[in-house]
């Protein structure tokens, strides 16, 4: 028994004693699987197939158990053979609960021997959004419904597909062989080896017994054989049957081939892919040092498709908004996302698919290297987009809010039902583990963290690992450079951000007069509770006045048994009058308070001329530190609101998002309250000035469209001023927008700038009657480029008709309406968010939870999403005690979203906090600081008439006054 054997074989005996997961008894070798679909309504998508595996019993044992779904096994069929002959099947038998199929045996496997299990089977395929499943559209040239056959087996649908060893541990070879319709073209993960006219399942469903449910002759039919694949998990395994058409890449791009399928009308659409997809491959096979395995890389759109997008080995299918680029209809926005999504694809073909995590506990050992390494990608494609920055910094944000929930989940997360998988796809392992990845590659070094990796997916090619085996590398390769200070291993700081829930507050208390700090550690929690005893390895980055524009200190440690039951002494070189900032380059997520001078000494340089000494991430920090500090009362908000003036004059993207995401969340839980006009007031002061400076809707196009921060502050300055009632933003939007309406042929000429229609149509559509939103309606269904439906799918949720907003919550649910499926979550969802359609939507879902939950057909993610949008608005003990008399009549609608759920009540219970003992104290601090503003003018035009008794010149004052009066 080799070494790799041995080594399986134990990853088994450690998981197997877990019921839900299988015994291990028996290793798959190879697949053979054989399937024909017909792809055809009117025969209910009937489909047949056969699968063979080549098994290696571990042990004596009398049956085989594997899994299988959603197909109809005829028990007699069944077959198990040997070099030495068959052996009788007693029994075939299906476990609903974890999808077992067993296999009972006349007479014992012998340990060590090989064996074929063959299986066949036969169903119907439905219009679903995982296994094997049908997707359809409308041909625009034609106006014919088309279907294709697609498949999403992660995490655990390759079982409705075919029976199989549906647990990423068991990597097998796989040879596929799919029939379909001559009119049709099959893709799979390996190239096409041979085409057949004859039936490959003839010796298990003979071709009589197929025209029985095919209703059509055999000559109609091919056989697509494709060649072997490399040892994989079952749910990389993928394949589409469609009559799409494809472009190739160019071939000095990378070696590898790439195709990037879509619908034939839509093909067009695939430039930006064809020429980034294989620029990341390339450069990733320099950033790993590793070669990508395969001969060729399909990418293809699907029509219907519940994720972004999947990174199957050899055939990545995407959502069609993340793969399709037109260059008249898609915003730079939807380039980037195009980049960042078929990025993380790529980086998946060696973190996930070369080395696969041995169970879905440690998920994001995938979805957190893709997610960071698909900055690195994007960064060198693209250079002049800053991605690494600007993706490092919305991870870090986005974690920095779910993960000061009780009710959040360690990174790497116990799992104890195969059914919870889908629950932990989510920003947690997606974006924490990002941020721990990134703050890795920063304590030890770009050189190092390389290095490790490189080591890690040459030693685990083809096979299976987990965290420990990573830190083992990194931490090995590291000691070769000399190690990190204090002699911590890897592993020791790793484990305190990969196995706890949470994050630290670190709290940093200066002596004056000796230049030290006193730091003490504590979990933050948005309720402010202290019950929490964990604690962490937390690197310090600590940044001095002076230092400013010196090269970077090295990176200090903060034990995880430092600071807390007594407070940790550390050394800084500012003086008395000088400020000192932690995290300034924002290395872990973590958030850090100070006592009240340093924050006087912060605020002050801010709010002064010279803003930009701190650093942006800097800025980004101490924004978002300042309002989660406040929000539970460990900060004033006369600090705060102080801090947050100076984004007047900010000219960085970041950091203007960062404040406006944060005071966001005061506008959610006082946008149904007699107190949102000075919330208004305020945010019109505070935005003005840089939404004129962004260049706002009044130009009526883009400043510089050539730069994507400078479109981002443009479209999210545009949208905040035209949400706050700045003068003139709303009039303009209409004003384009009836000019859209008003144009010969709208479907192919739309006179609104692309990046700026997401905002237009929503205030057109929130502001205007039924008639802008039947337009609306209209070009999207008109419309063959996916990026501008979703544009208008959001828009329209914007109206405040009740009877339009009961119509497209209604159609989310109803089988052939103007909604797919795919989108059915985000529209319930965008009605929710918004102030009118948050009634409407919370009795849809609490009167018609069960349609929902069909209509999901097993998407609990989604469910558990619409869910926590919803309890996200709660701002009365009333509104929660209500849902949760709700929650336990319907249970069994809610099983499978249990963490989203317990999330979206803790998310309540903070607001209701929040408004129960701030809302007051807040609002007239808005007021206050909106005078400020107005004071600000009204001093200018004082000092400009002081001393003279004529009147002012008119074009001096008027411009004061106009700020006043808006």
Known sequence: MGWATCVWLLAVLQLSCAGYLLPGDVTPAHYDVRLIYDIDPHTNFSFFGVVDILLTANKNTPKIILHAQDFEITGDKVTVTSDSGPVTVTEVKLNDTYNFLTISLEKELEKNANYTLTIPFFGNLVKGLDGAYISSFINKKNQQTEYLVTTQFEAISARKAFPCFDEPLYKATFSLNVAHNKEYTAISNMPLATSSNENSLEQHW?????????????????????????????????YVVSKFSYVESPQELSHTKFKIWARSDA???????????????????????????????????IPDFAAGAMENWGLITYRETALLYD????????????????????????????????????????????????????????????????????????????????????????LDDPKRISEIFDTISYRKGATVIRMMLMFLGEDVFRKALHNYLTKYSYSNAEQDDLWAELTEVNKQHGGLSRNVTVKEVMDTWTK???????????????????????????????????????????????EVGEPKQQVQWLADNEGVTQQHKFEHGSGPNEWVLFNYDMIAPYRVNYDEQNWKLLVSTLTSDKFTNTPVEGRVQLLSDAFALAWNNRLDYGTTLKLASYLQ???????????????????????????????????RRLITKAYERAGGLSQKRIINGEDLDSVKMQTTTSAWACSMKVADCEENAMEMYKRWMETENPDENNPIPVDLRRTVYCVALRRGSVRE????????RNSNVAAARDHLLFALACSRDVWILSQYLDWSVTEGSEIRRQDSASVIAAVTRSTIGYYIAKDFIYNRIEEIYDAFKGQDRRIGGIIKTLLKQFTTQKELDEFLAWQEKNTKYLSGSKIAVSQGIENARVNIDWVNKNQKLVVDKLREFSVDFED???IKIKELSRGSSILLDVTIVMPFLLLLIK
């Open 206 to 238: 003979p071709w009589e017994t197929i025209a029985k449910a095919f209703k059509k002759e055999k000559s109609a039919f091919v056989w697509d054989q494709f060649k072997q694949s490399v040892p994989m998990s079952t749910y990389l395994v993928a």
């Open 267 to 301: 093909v067009n659409q695939t430039a930006y892919a064809a020429q980034v997809g294989p620029k990341v491959l390339s450069y990733f096979e320099k950033w790993f040092n590793v070669s990508f395995p395969l001969p060729k890389q399909d990418m293809i759109a």
């Open 327 to 414: 260059n008249k209809e898609s915003s730079f926005l939807n380039k980037e996302r195009i980049a960042e999504v078929v990025a993380h694809e790529l980086a998946h073909q060696w973190f996930g698919n070369l080395v696969t995590m041995k169970w879905w506990s440690d998920l994001w050992l995938n979805e957190g290297f893709a997610t960071f390494v698909a900055s690195v990608g994007v960064d060198a494609v693209e250079p002049s987009w800053r991605a690494r920055l600007n993706y490092a910094i919305e991870n870090t944000l986005s974690i920095l809010s779910l993960d000061a929930l009780e009710s959040s989940h360690p990174v790497s997360v116990p």
């Open 500 to 546: 706890q829930t949470g994050y630290p507050l670190l709290t940093v208390t200066r002596d004056y007069s000796d230049k030290s700090v006193t730091i003490t550690q504590k979990r933050y929690l948005s309720l402010g509770t202290t019950r929490s005893t964990s604690s962490w390895w937390v690197p310090l980055s600590v940044l001095c006045e002076k």
């Open 649 to 683: 004059r900010e000219t960085e993207y970041l950091p203007l998002f960062t404040g406006l995401s944060a005071l966001s969340k005061i506008e959610n839980v006082i946008k149904r309250s007699a107190d949102y006009g000075a919330y208004q007031k305020f945010m």
């Open 773 to 780: 939103w039947r337009f609306a309606l209209a070009r999207r």
């Open 936 to 938: 600000d003018f009204r």
